[in-house]
């Protein structure tokens, strides 16, 4: 048996029991089933049969509450992730740091189901001052539902739903932010964005992309420490820029990214051209706007070519007038590979689509129409020639075949 805490009896009795806290939060707000994946609803009505608390959350909650189709439906529970393997043939567990199971459904689909942790930052009151204690952490700490809320980012991506009580639960105050429709940090703006300086470019991407207002506490934060952003993870700010780009409010985010400045500590070549170049700027604002068409029509441009679309004002001044283009390209390239680790496949393809256009301009596309980099040059080609107000020719527009917004969002973090 187990020995109890020093502290334990004094919850024994009357005092609060595990769950109790979710009941105080719970608030009815049925949600239509339908609305629902039904293999998340099938993983949520398993995990609670067998007698666990199961739980709809995180962006997949926000996106039902604001009226928009879910991404993503992710599942928090009070069960192991062994005790979530057990319960499904295909079940998977993944993840080294903080180990989740991922369940698998028809075509290719996962439900990604995470036992309730708190944040390993977040120290309790008797492990104060044991700094050995702190040094053992890892991401596996396992927690409450409240506590796994106020791990996360931003109130809006804190609430779970309850799909047998039809109930919302919120410890975190993010109903009535989605109803006020505004963007808050759970906790002192300051501190989460010090925290992970990433939460930065989030709150960009979620006030852009759900057209949400951004709280003025919160505002304040991201423009005093933006230039936090410099000390995180290459690979997660270039994958948070990719999916500001992708959302569909590429336009809007770029634009809250100058705003906030933090545009000039990622990307500041971007950033000063903007300042600059008007002229340029507003064909820059309107390439993002083609890109944000297409992907509300479910043609979703591929990553090389979105981030040519931010890159392509500061591209282009960078190779105006380059005795030797392909010295000059690898000139602007170098600063973003040591900033953002930019991969060379990206670098390749942009310079692939780049050359590909004088060849396209001039009508030879079926030169190159079965080369793999056909599909992104000829976007571009288009993207460009709407940009400019110029028609773009029927056989243009007949390609490119493949869809690309069926591409699944294969780099989650393990946060959620
Ligand atoms: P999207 O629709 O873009 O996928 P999302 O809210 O689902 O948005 P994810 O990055 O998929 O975002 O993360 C899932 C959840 O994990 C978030 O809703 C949030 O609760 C939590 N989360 C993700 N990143 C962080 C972070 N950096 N800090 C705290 N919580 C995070
Ligand atoms: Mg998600």
């Given at each position: ?15 609060p ?27 949520l009505?398993r ?108 109130t ?6 309850d799909?047998?009580?039809?109930q ?6 993010g109903?009535l ?8 940090t759970?906790?002192d ?13 989030r ?35 270039l ?36 300042d ?12 993002l ?16 070519v ?12 960078a ?9 000059a ?58 940009a ?29």
């Amino acid at each position: 048996m187990k020995t109890l805490p020093a502290f334990a009896p004094a919850l024994a009795g009357d005092g609060p029991r595990p769950g109790d806290r979710d009941r105080a939060a719970a608030v009815r707000h049925p949600i239509a089933i339908e609305r629902i994946d039904p293999d998340a609803v099938q993983v949520l009505r398993r995990l609670v049969r067998a007698g666990h608390v199961a739980y709809l959350v995180g962006g997949g909650v926000r996106d039902l509450l604001l009226g928009r189709a879910p991404k993503d439906f992710d599942v928090g529970t009070s069960a192991r992730p062994l005790q979530v393997r057990a319960l499904f043939r295909n079940c998977r567990i993944i993840g080294r740091r903080f180990r989740l199971a991922h369940v698998f459904f028809r075509d290719g689909k996962v439900i990604e189901v995470a036992t309730f942790r708190r944040d390993p930052s977040s120290r309790s009151e008797h492990d104060e001052g044991t700094g050995r204690d702190l040094l053992i952490r890892s991401d596996n700490v396992y927690g409450e539902p409240h506590e796994d809320a106020a791990r996360r980012d931003f109130t809006i991506n804190g609430l779970f739903y309850d799909i047998e009580r039809e109930q919302v639960i919120d410890h975190v105050g993010g109903l009535l932010d989605v109803q006020r429709r505004l963007l808050r940090t759970i906790g002192d703006p300051d501190v989460r964005l010090r925290e992970d300086p990433v939460r930065i470019l989030r709150a960009i991407k979620f006030a852009a992309r759900l057209d949400l207002g951004i709280d003025p506490a919160l505002y304040d934060a991201m423009v005093e420490h933006r230039g936090q952003l410099v000390r995180a993870a290459p690979a997660r700010v270039l994958e948070e820029i990719l999916r500001l780009l992708r959302g569909g409010a590429a336009h809007r985010s770029v634009a809250l990214a100058w705003d906030t400045g933090a545009l000039s500590v990622v990307l500041p070549e971007v950033a000063s051209f903007l300042d600059d170049d008007a002229e340029g700027a507003s064909l820059l604002w309107a390439r993002l706007g083609a890109c944000d068409r297409r992907q509300r029509a479910g043609r979703l441009p591929s990553d090389p070519v979105l981030l040519l679309a931010l890159l392509s004002g500061a591209l282009e001044e960078a190779l105006h007038e380059a005795r030797d283009p392909a010295a000059a390209l690898d000139g602007f390239f170098e600063p973003l590979v040591r900033r953002l680790v930019l991969p060379r496949r990206m670098r390749e393809r942009i310079r692939q689509v780049l050359y590909a256009q004088r060849r396209l301009a001039t009508g030879r596309h079926a030169a190159i129409a079965g080369r793999d980099f056909y599909d992104d040059a000829v976007t571009w080609f288009c993207i460009e020639r709407e940009a400019r107000g110029q028609p773009v020719p029927e056989w243009a527009r007949a390609s490119p075949s493949r869809d690309a917004s069926v591409r699944r969002d294969a780099t989650r973090p393990a946060a959620g």
